[in-house]
Structures are given as structure tokens and as C-alpha cells.
């Protein structure tokens, strides 16, 4: 069975901070993928990142970088110098051919900036 | 590009009374569709997902319904409400195909309470 654990339920950061979203994810696929979504408090899931299992190597987005490392299972997600419009729930997910290409989320990680 | 849209945006409905959400997608043909509920605080949920026109796969055996009527149409319908009903209805897409590397893109969804 698949599964996505986001053990920070909140984290809460002052601005210009730096801060990772952890994600451990579980599966016996060998070819699967793993995608971040924002959530802001409008309700709407944005989608930010996939990334396939083969792909390993790190990806920048501007402030946003992303580390897989997939001997520990892994895909955190780093926001650098954060700030207040970053608050939101972040969700991590997980796709493979096993589950039917069904995503796995999980619970998420509220995320507070304060000015 | 694609757009995926959903209504009502708000809703507040008493137990017992019948329910019936609506999301279409513009800008592609065939899609995969995904009905997910998001309890408040919690993660999402699979409800119903949907690889063409009458076809339906359901995820949790509960009091709703889904339904495709038309290629990029998709509807949540329930008989009648329960409270446990409430929550954060998200649909969502995807390329077509049962495949598990393609992004789901998701609606702005819609809030339901029922009282």
C-alpha cells in the first residue's frame, strides 16, 4: 500500500525565514511520481512540482527547491525567505501504477508566515 | 489551456435534502476526472474517479453519487444528506488515460455545509 507522511501538522515562521516541508512517502512501486500542491485559504489546490522516481537531481523554482533523495524516501520542500503570501496548507501526493494511478496525499502542513 | 470549473462555490443544505454538485473542464477532450472531500482539517479523500463518459469507479462506500453525463462533465449527486456530509468538495483532472505520471489539476471547489 502507498502511503504520505507530512509529520509537521504547523509550522509557523517569521518572514524572510527559511523553511522545509518534510515528506517521507511509502510504496513497492519502482517507477512512481511525487507532487507538491499549495492551498491557499481561497480553497484552490496549485499545483507546484512533479517529480518521477528516476529523477533525482534537486529543482529551484525561484524562492521554492525541492531535495528528493529517494534512499531515505524523501521529497522536502524548501521555501527560502519566505514570506506572508506563502501561508498555506501544503500538500504532498504520490502516484504509481500499483494503486491504479490513484494519488496518495498526504495530510498536509499548515504553513504561517508572520510580517 | 484547460480550466476546470466548479459550482455551486457555497452551499448550505439541510439534512435529509438531496445534493447535487457540478464541475466541467474546458480545454481538453477525454479526461480523467476525480471527485475528492476534504473534512475540515484533514487531507482529501478519493471519492469517485472517472476515465469516460459512464464510467465510474467509487473509492468509499458512502451516501453519494457520482455521475458523467458528458465527456468533461462530472456531478456529486446525494438522495439525501447526512451531517457527516459536510465538508470541501474538490474535483480535479487529468490527461487521459490511465496513467499515473500525469498532474491532477484542480477546481476551486465547493464548500458544503449541512445543518
Known amino acids: 500500500a502507498q502511503k504520505v507522511t507530512q509529520a509537521q501538522t504547523e509550522i509557523s515562521v517569521v518572514e524572510k525565514e527559511d523553511v522545509t516541508l518534510d515528506c517521507v512517502y511509502e510504496?513497492?512501486?519502482?517507477?512512481?511520481?511525487l507532487f507538491w500542491y499549495k492551498q491557499p485559504p481561497s480553497g484552490e489546490l496549485v499545483f507546484l512540482i512533479r517529480?518521477?522516481?528516476?529523477?533525482?537531481q534537486n529543482e529551484i523554482s525561484g524562492r521554492y527547491s525541492w531535495n528528493f533523495q529517494k534512499s531515505t524516501s524523501s521529497f522536502n520542500f524548501t521555501i527560502t525567505a519566505s514570506q506572508v503570501v506563502d501561508s498555506a496548507v501544503y500538500f504532498c501526493?504520490?502516484?504509481?501504477?500499483?494503486?491504479?494511478?490513484?494519488?496518495?496525499f498526504g495530510d498536509g502542513t499548515t504553513l504561517t508566515v508572520k510580517p | 489551456s484547460q480550466t476546470i470549473h466548479q459550482w455551486p462555490a457555497t452551499l448550505v443544505q439541510p439534512v435529509g435534502s438531496p445534493l447535487s454538485l457540478e464541475c466541467t473542464v474546458e480545454?481538453?477532450?477525454?479526461?480523467?476526472l476525480y471527485w475528492y472531500r476534504q473534512a475540515a482539517g484533514r487531507g482529501l479523500q478519493l471519492l469517485f474517479y472517472?476515465?469516460?463518459?459512464?464510467?465510474i469507479s467509487s473509492e468509499v462506500p458512502q451516501n453519494l453519487s457520482a455521475s458523467r453525463p458528458q465527456d468533461r462533465q462530472f456531478i456529486l449527486s446525494s438522495k439525501k444528506l447526512l451531517l457527516s456530509d459536510s465538508g470541501f468538495y474538490l474535483c480535479?483532472?487529468?490527461?487521459?488515460?490511465?496513467?499515473?505520471?500525469?498532474?491532477?489539476?484542480f477546481g476551486p471547489g465547493t464548500r458544503l455545509l449541512v445543518l
Open positions: 480535479a483532472w487529468s490527461s487521459p488515460g490511465l496513467t499515473y505520471q500525469e498532474t491532477q489539476y
Open positions: 501526493a504520490l502516484r504509481g501504477p500499483t494503486n491504479a494511478g490513484k494519488s496518495t
Open positions: 472517472s476515465v469516460g463518459i459512464g464510467q
Open positions: 510504496t513497492r512501486d519502482t517507477t512512481y511520481y
Open positions: 517529480r518521477n522516481s528516476f529523477d533525482e
Open positions: 480545454g481538453t477532450s477525454n479526461p480523467n
